[in-house]
């Protein structure tokens, strides 16, 4: 399995507090994801980098900041937490036109 | 229309069943073609890569139809451990051709 680590695996926060979640990975992978999963919804991209402070909006952006300081590792930032950001979120690596290596998932509660 | 469409299931079959799945994608330029597999609470896995030709990796067999725009998973011999959601999913060509598009998944139970 690839090297994907997700931080942390679990959360629970107040609504309007900074939540930052991380992902690392091993595989030197140039394109690096996050989606969040909700029941009736399916993954949705939220944001993805395809290299080191190259990033861009995917379809559910709204709410969310990301940064790619280095290869390893993008963090996904909620500015102030809302409750429809509940959700699981998945970080994914990759290498350009092949398949996704996914984390175990961030179980993220806004309460 | 939705990008990439299944059917949710769930799909109820007996052990040694045979099980299809399909899924129907709206963008004629959709470039590569991809079935995951998820187990409950767990992360996607790539289960195959769907080819133009079609492909085969054991019991499970994927198809893909461009001039009607849809892919297909047959699983054959249904085992208990094949209890899953199986996701479809589209990368598109030229700009953003590094986005996958996922599909809601179809959820398989295989019975004892």
């Known amino acids: 399995d690839a090297g994907i680590t997700q931080s942390p695996r679990h959360k629970v926060t107040e609504t309007g507090t900074p939540v930052t979640l991380r992902c690392h990975q091993t595989e030197n992978h140039r394109y690096m994801y996050w989606y969040r999963q909700d029941p009736g919804h399916g993954l949705r991209l939220i944001h993805y980098s395809y290299g080191v402070k190259d990033t861009d909006k995917g379809e559910v952006s709204d709410g969310y900041s990301v940064s790619r300081s280095k290869t390893e590792d993008f963090l996904l930032t909620l500015e102030s937490a809302t409750s429809s950001q509940t959700s699981v979120y998945f970080c994914?690596?990759?290498?350009?036109?092949?398949?996704?290596?996914f984390g175990s998932g961030t179980q993220l509660s806004v309460l | 229309r939705k990008e990439v469409e299944q059917d949710p299931g769930p799909f109820n079959v007996p052990e040694g069943a045979t099980v299809a799945f399909n899924c129907t994608y709206s963008n004629s330029a959709s470039q590569s073609f991809f079935w995951y597999r998820q187990d409950c609470r767990k992360e996607p896995k790539l289960l195959m890569s769907v080819y133009s030709s079609g492909n085969e990796d054991g019991r499970f067999t994927a198809q893909l139809n461009r001039a009607s725009q849809y892919i297909s998973l047959l699983i054959r011999d249904s085992k208990l451990s094949d209890s899953a959601t199986y996701l479809c999913v589209v990368r598109n060509s030229g700009a953003g051709s590094y986005q996958l598009t996922f599909g809601k998944g179809t959820k398989l139970s295989v019975i004892p």
């Open positions: 994914a690596t990759g290498q350009a036109n092949e398949k996704l290596f």
